[in-house]
């Protein structure tokens, strides 16, 4: 890990280039690919590129040297499609592990004979051939052949294959679902912690065409902020485009990742007959162009480039400076097929409450008859209606609401105009925040964990929650129960906070705190201090934690005013006026249906403003 970093400040590494363009220069043929040792298997195999390792050592061996001898200092291992999901097409699951141990340890020797101190073994780890994010029947929105448990325990499987043999770097490679790729990233990150070692992580995404989304939908910045939780070495984009076409999605996410950048294109477009033909110089040419504008620390060649590709490129970027890796200010940054960056100076940021279950009848009612198409309907509403965020609930007794979470996310899925923004994970029940964390293919936010069992159980779903890679909001509940108080509410979220960033590693930005808001003018004296309460503690939380976001339920304020609405959006709007004025920076609301401050009637505004202070009690 030292050496390869401190390698990446002073120099621009050379990958290699592909695997399959050189395999098919020796015309395998199927007894090639069976060798002795699979005569009888009883289907093809021919085309298993991945199989030679243990079929054809020599070939792949051979490879790997031609493109050391060029100049690569990173050569990929045979793997790109060694995971049981993969293998299943030729009945080859049982093999994985093997065929990555060997893979791994024929480039290993590779480096080992013909390397030297620049010289790295990148495990390569392929999307597999089904997406957790997407349906393959359009006729089932959220039916999905693949889910994010099967794609862990298959990475798991690899990886494990891959370090056994001796690799130096995992590249999760050519990236066409992000929730593919974070369920390798768990699996590694899992895998690496049982061993207790370190090896750097890069992972590569690909841009499918012009419109500069991924398979799955996400723009370049969404696809990085659902995956910056894990401490890559590097990222970068390789495949379906070539290098002219992918510069503009390189240059913008060597401008957002904090971490350095490769690239490792195609010989250009595919041609009619799908072979590439970009020549060594025509690629080196726009590789020299990236080195040159500072946007690269790692160059190589995805499909169609050879050994002549890799050798043009070493060529021109020799004295070339790497890309620096820039500072990148700590803001919230979420996304869902879109990003959302959280800026200080952007308005109050709108959470759309009526996707959920126990928070409009209608929502209930169309989850419960099934009728999911309606029930999308509801989502998109809040969306159109300003909501940048959709807060997702579930919790009904006698529903199973793993079971509807899950169904609903993978149906917003489907949907680019709904799942385009974040998505809130709201549940008191961790299963359903987990089963939901499993499928949100970008950076969501969980709703919400506390102190209520106390602090073992806090850390624990924290620490989960960090490893899914979501935000988090914490409400001010410990122990003795929720907070009411000014004093409480400062309390609780402030032991929250310090768990959160010293224990368990949540940056300050990914904290978001509810410090409660309930309903006001309810008859019991006690309660015509909550939204103060909340105020002042929004106003305390915010000066002493600068970076963290403050939000909280504002349609509770007014249940008390139920079947009243224009009552209810009157308080809502009274209250957010003075919430955000004390740093309030977010809430669940009823996207589209806030009264604006200052068309308020006067002698309601009074009398809302009355009861929201409270001023007949002296502080
Ligand atoms: N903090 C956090 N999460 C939360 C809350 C919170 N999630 C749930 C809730 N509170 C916020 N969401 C809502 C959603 C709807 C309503 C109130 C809060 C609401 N609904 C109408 C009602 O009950 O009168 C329903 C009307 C209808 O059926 O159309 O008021 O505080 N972190």
Known sequence: MRRLKKLLKENILIMDGAMGTMVQSYNLKESDFQGKRFSDHSIDLIGNNDILSLTRPDIIKEVHTLYIKAGANIIETNTFSSNSISQS???????????????????????????????????AVGPTNRTASLSPDISKPSFRNISFDDLKNAYYEQAAGLIDGGIDIFLVETVFDTLNCKAALYAINELLKERNTDIPIMVSGTITDASGRTLSGQTVEAFWYSIRHVDLIAVGLNCALGAKEIRPWLSELSTIADTFISVYPNAGL????????????????????????????????????????????????????????????????????????????????????????????????????????QALSIAREQVNNGAQIIDINMDEGLLDSETEMIEFLRSIASEPDISKVPIMIDSSKWSVIESGLKNLQGKGIVNSISLKEGEDLFVEQATSILKYGAAVIVMAFDEKGQAETYKRKVQICTRAFNILTKHVGFAPEDIIFDPNIFAIATGIDKHNEFARDFIRATETLKKNFPLVHISGGVSNLSFSFRGNDIVRESMHSVFLYHAIKAGMDMGIVNAGQLAVYDDIEHNLKECIENVIFNPQKKS
């Open 270 to 373: 595919p041609n009619e007959y799908g072979g590439y033909d970009e020549s060594p110089k025509e690629l080196a040419k726009f590789i020299e162009e990236f080195a040159l504008d500072g946007l690269v620390n790692i160059v190589g060649g995805c499909c169609g480039t050879t050994p002549e590709h890799i050798r043009a490129i070493c060529d021109v970027i020799k004295g070339i400076k790497p890309r620096k890796i820039p500072a990148i200010s700590p803001l919230t940054r979420l996304s869902g097929l879109e990003a959302v960056v959280l800026r200080p100076e952007n308005n109050f940021v709108n959470i759309g409450e009526r996707t959920n279950i126990t928070g409009s009848l209608k929502f209930k009612r169309y989850i419960k008859e099934k009728k999911y198409e």
């Open 89 to 123: 097409d030729y009945k080859m699951e049982n093999f994985v592990y093997e065929m990555n141990l060997e893979s791994a340890k024929i480039a290993k020797s590779v480096v080992n004979d013909f390397g030297n101190d620049f010289s790295f073994v990148a495990g």
